[in-house]
C-alpha cells in the first residue's frame, strides 16, 4: 500500500507540472487558487481533524497572511517571495497567542469564540486609524509577478500565471511534506491522543495546554502562508473579501475533503473550487440550491470523505483489511 502511495503522488505530481501547459490562463489561475486553498485546509484540518478542536474563524487568519503579503509588498516594497515566511511567522505567532485563551473553551463553546474572530477581522480592518496600511475598504492593489528572466534564457519562458503557478506548486510541496513530518513526529502522536482522549492523554504525559496552544499557532501558520499565496495570485485584498463565508468554505472542504487526512485537503480544496462554478453553469437562478445538493450528495455518499472514499476503494482493490478510523498521515 505504501509504494502503491508513493506512485499515486510522483504521478499526481508529474501531472500537476504538465497541468499549466495544456490548460488556458484563466484555468491555470484557477489551479493555482486549488493548490492555496489546499494548504489552508492543511491548517485547519491540523487543528480539527488530528486535535479535535473546531475552529469557525480560520478565514481570520487567511486575510492576516493576505494583508501581510499585501502590505509588505504595497508599503514596504518587500518581493512578494519573501512575504510568505514572515505571513507563515505573523499568523504562527497570533495562532499561538489566541489558543492560550481559548485553552479553557472546548466544543461549540470554542467554534464560537472562533467565529466571533471570524466576523469582527474584516471590521477590524475597516478601521480608519488603520487604513493607512490596510486601504480600509477599498483594499490593496498588488503587482502580480514575473517569471524570473533566467527560465527564459533556459528556453523555458512562462507568463505570469504558470510562473505563479510553479511557485505556489514548489511552496505547497513543502508545506505538505513539513505537514507529514510534524504529523509522523512526537507533536502529531500528542495532538492525536489528545483529540482520542485529552484526560488519557495528561496521564500518560502530554501536556494538554502547550499541545492545544502549539496545534492552533502551527495551524494558523499554515492558512496565513495560504493567505499571501491568495493574495498574491489574485492581486488584491479588501476586508469583505474574507468575510465569514471564507471560514465557513474552509470547514466545508476539510469535511468533503476527509477529516485527519494529508490528501483529503486536495480533494476539498477541488471541490470549494470547481463545484460552485458547476452548480453555476446548472442554475444561474439558484446555484447554491444545487450547491447545496452537491453537499448533501457528498456527504450522504462518502461520509468519510473523499480521502476515506479512495482508501476504502483501495483497500477493497488490494484485497487487504481497510481501518475505517482516519488519523493515519
Not at 54 to 70: E, P, Q, T
Not at 247 to 266: D, E, K, Q, R
Not at 307 to 318: D, M, N, S, Y
Amino acid at each position: 500500500m505504501k509504494r502503491l502511495s508513493l506512485i499515486g503522488y510522483g504521478v499526481l505530481l508529474l501531472v500537476a507540472c504538465v497541468l499549466p501547459f495544456l490548460v488556458s490562463e484563466y484555468r491555470t489561475f484557477q489551479f493555482t487558487l486549488v493548490l492555496v486553498y489546499s494548504i489552508a485546509l492543511l491548517g485547519l484540518n491540523i487543528l480539527t481533524g488530528y486535535n479535535g478542536q473546531i475552529s469557525l474563524g480560520h478565514g481570520a487568519f487567511y486575510a492576516i497572511g493576505a494583508y501581510v503579503a499585501a502590505v509588505l509588498m504595497d508599503k514596504a516594497g518587500f518581493p512578494y517571495w519573501a512575504t510568505i515566511p514572515v505571513a507563515g511567522a505573523v499568523c504562527l505567532l497570533a495562532g499561538f497567542l489566541f489558543g492560550l485563551p481559548a485553552l479553557r473553551l472546548e466544543g461549540l463553546y470554542l467554534a464560537l469564540a472562533t467565529f466571533a474572530l471570524g466576523v469582527s477581522l474584516p471590521q477590524l480592518l475597516k478601521y480608519h486609524h488603520f487604513e493607512g496600511w490596510t486601504g480600509g475598504v477599498q483594499g490593496v492593489v498588488i503587482t502580480k509577478p514575473d517569471a524570473p528572466e533566467f527560465l527564459a534564457v533556459l528556453g523555458l519562458p512562462l507568463n505570469q500565471d504558470q510562473w505563479l503557478y510553479f511557485f505556489t506548486l514548489a511552496i505547497t510541496v513543502v508545506m505538505f511534506l513539513l505537514a507529514w513530518n510534524l504529523l509522523r513526529g512526537r507533536l502529531g502522536r500528542a495532538m492525536m491522543a489528545i483529540r482520542d482522549n485529552h484526560v488519557a492523554a495528561e496521564a500518560m504525559g502530554v501536556n494538554n495546554a502547550m499541545v492545544k496552544s502549539l496545534t492552533f499557532g502551527v495551524s494558523a501558520m499554515f492558512t496565513g502562508v495560504a493567505g499571501a499565496l491568495g493574495a498574491i495570485a489574485i492581486q488584491f485584498v479588501a476586508p469583505d473579501s474574507f468575510n465569514i463565508f471564507v471560514s465557513l468554505t474552509f470547514l466545508i472542504g476539510i469535511v468533503i475533503g476527509g477529516l485527519a487526512s494529508i490528501p483529503g485537503a486536495i480533494y476539498g480544496a477541488l471541490f470549494i473550487q470547481f463545484v460552485p462554478n458547476i452548480a453555476d453553469e446548472f442554475s444561474k437562478a439558484a446555484p447554491w440550491a444545487i450547491f447545496g445538493l452537491f453537499l448533501i450528495g457528498f456527504t450522504y455518499l462518502m461520509p468519510l470523505g473523499i480521502a476515506g472514499a479512495i482508501r476504502l476503494g483501495l483497500a477493497r482493490l488490494t484485497g487487504k483489511e481497510h481501518n475505517s478510523q482516519p488519523g493515519k498521515p
